[in-house]
């Protein structure tokens, strides 16, 4: 299922149509993609909340849960996510196809207008400003995620090395902000950051479904009439952050009150997304993951059994790939020989071809499911065009299946060490 070709509705807004009649669901989603600003992360977490469970037409959770069921139980979510220096919120609807709905006329029209006026029309108080107990509450919930992601070692390992190898002026900024940050958001800031997320940022419209794209350009125009006209959308989106030099290894150490460690590997890469060499880092990825027949999983924790978990993760926008290991406490030297020697035969071109043929098929799967159903399909378009990357994988994977061992080899020599993160209990021996 591909795309046809995007079509510009204003200077800043573009729209992808997909025609598909294979499934009985349609949906549709709209992403505004701005710069990250330290000090605002609670604010544009909070704001895609509260912009998906009320509106000016249905101000209470209830009557807009209400509501959502009459159309059929339309599913509704959102999403905030990074890359690089921008963030993007994601609004998407998944909903019946229209010639499965047979007692609502206009039945798209009626879920498009539904999401319009969730986004552009708050549930504002008497004031115009967003209703304070839902402010209160949406705290709470922030305040709740931040506590989940400190009591997740692996969570909070991961975000330290983010913070200790990023620029320090974007890429450490907290996904959910501070509890500091939360507790000053007021109605007045979070109106400003709403504006600024409408009219400073670059949007995307994916469509997905049956109806005629003439029809459903028609529909965007005039449902979203206020957001397509007077734009000044932030220019230079698809910048990639910079990143700080650390030279020696920059190594951290820091106590946790628990009983178990986290040990944190972060090596810097030579490429960012787009990169002629980006199928290799994406094999590379593969052949160092924590599948079960990936090196690092099979090596290190199955055979040898130096470590209780491992994962890792490959992040092209911030140029880095991270390896998560729980170990106990004090055997952090011996797990980074471990994956060291790992590393070395990977270095050495002797990765086997039975595990390159794994990792490809590995690829290849992760590529396929992004399009097993209409909502996933939409939501994989939408946050790829909105960071300008290629919709179209095929000639992609035909890249991967070329990589040899040999590639590996040549390409993990120009990736180097960058920070070693150690989050143990106090007192213990760091000796390993």
């Known amino acids: 299922m591909q795309p046809s070709e995007t079509l510009t509705l204003c200077p800043g807004v573009l729209f992808d149509y997909i025609p598909t009649e294979d499934y009985k669901n349609a949906a549709f989603a709209v992403g505004f993609k701005y710069r990250i600003k330290r000090g605002y992360s609670s604010a544009d977490a909070m704001l895609s909340r509260l912009l998906f469970r009320t509106s000016r037409d249905y101000p209470t959770h209830t009557v807009f849960s209400r509501r959502l069921e009459e159309l059929y139980?339309?599913?509704?979510?959102?999403?905030?996510?990074?890359?690089?220096?921008?963030?993007?919120?994601?609004?998407?609807?998944?909903?019946?196809?229209?010639?499965?709905?047979?007692?609502?006329?206009?039945?798209?029209?009626?879920v498009l207008s539904f999401v319009a006026g969730a986004i552009l029309r708050p549930a504002y108080d008497k004031k115009g400003q967003f209703q304070a107990d839902a402010?209160?509450?949406?705290k709470l919930t922030l305040l709740d995620q931040i506590k989940a992601i400190k009591?997740?070692?692996?969570?909070?390992?991961h975000m330290?090395?983010?913070?200790?190898?990023?620029?320090?002026?974007?890429?450490?900024?907290?996904?959910?902000?501070?509890?500091?940050?939360?507790?000053?958001?007021?109605?007045?800031?979070?109106?400003?950051?709403?504006?600024?997320?409408?009219?400073?940022?670059?949007?995307?419209?994916?469509?997905?479904?049956?109806?005629?794209?003439?029809?459903?350009?028609?529909?965007?125009?005039?449902?979203?009439?206020?957001?397509?006209?007077?734009?000044?959308p932030v220019k230079g989106c698809n910048s990639m952050p910079r990143r700080a030099a650390h030279s020696p290894i920059l190594r951290v150490v820091e106590e946790t009150d628990g009983e178990q460690a986290m040990l944190g590997l972060s090596y810097r890469l030579p490429i960012g997304f787009g990169s002629p060499e980006a199928e290799k880092a994406i094999m590379l990825s593969a052949v160092l993951s924590d599948a079960p027949m990936?090196?690092?999983?099979?090596?290190?924790?199955?055979?040898?059994?130096?470590?209780?978990?491992?994962?890792?993760?490959?992040?092209?926008?911030?140029?880095?790939?991270?390896?998560?290991?729980?170990?106990?406490?004090?055997s952090e030297r011996k797990v980074e020989r471990a994956v060291s020697r790992v590393l070395s035969t990977v270095r050495a071109g002797k990765t086997d071809p039975a595990l390159l043929s794994a990792a490809l098929s590995y690829v290849r799967m992760a590529i396929t499911s992004m399009f097993e159903n209409v909502d996933a399909t939409v939501n994989y378009v939408l946050f790829r065009r909105l960071f300008g990357m290629p919709v179209d994988l095929s000639e992609?994977?035909?890249?991967?299946?070329?990589?040899?061992?040999?590639?590996?080899a040549s390409f993990l020599k120009k990736v180097r060490p960058d920070a070693v993160y150690l989050y143990t209990p106090k007192g213990g021996d760091r000796n390993g």
């Open 135 to 138: 402010i209160a509450q949406e």
């Open 151 to 157: 009591n997740s070692k692996s969570a909070y390992a």
């Open 396 to 408: 992609f994977i035909g890249k991967c299946a070329a990589v040899s061992a040999g590639d590996l």
């Open 160 to 232: 330290r090395l983010c913070e200790i190898t990023a620029d320090p002026n974007r890429y450490d900024v907290p996904d959910y902000g501070t509890e500091e940050e939360i507790e000053a958001i007021t109605a007045e800031s979070l109106a400003s950051r709403y504006r600024d997320m409408l009219y400073r940022s670059e949007i995307r419209f994916v469509y997905a479904g049956s109806m005629p794209q003439e029809t459903v350009v028609a529909l965007m125009r005039d449902l979203f009439e206020e957001i397509l006209v007077a734009r000044n």
């Open 73 to 110: 139980s339309t599913d509704l979510s959102v999403q905030s996510t990074r890359h690089g220096d921008f963030r993007a919120a994601l609004f998407q609807a998944t909903f019946l196809d229209e010639p499965f709905v047979h007692e609502v006329p206009s039945f798209t029209k009626e």
């Open 294 to 330: 990936a090196l690092l999983f099979s090596e290190v924790r199955e055979k040898n059994g130096y470590c209780y978990s491992i994962r890792s993760t490959m992040r092209a926008s911030n140029r880095d790939f991270v390896i998560l290991c729980g170990i106990e406490p004090g």
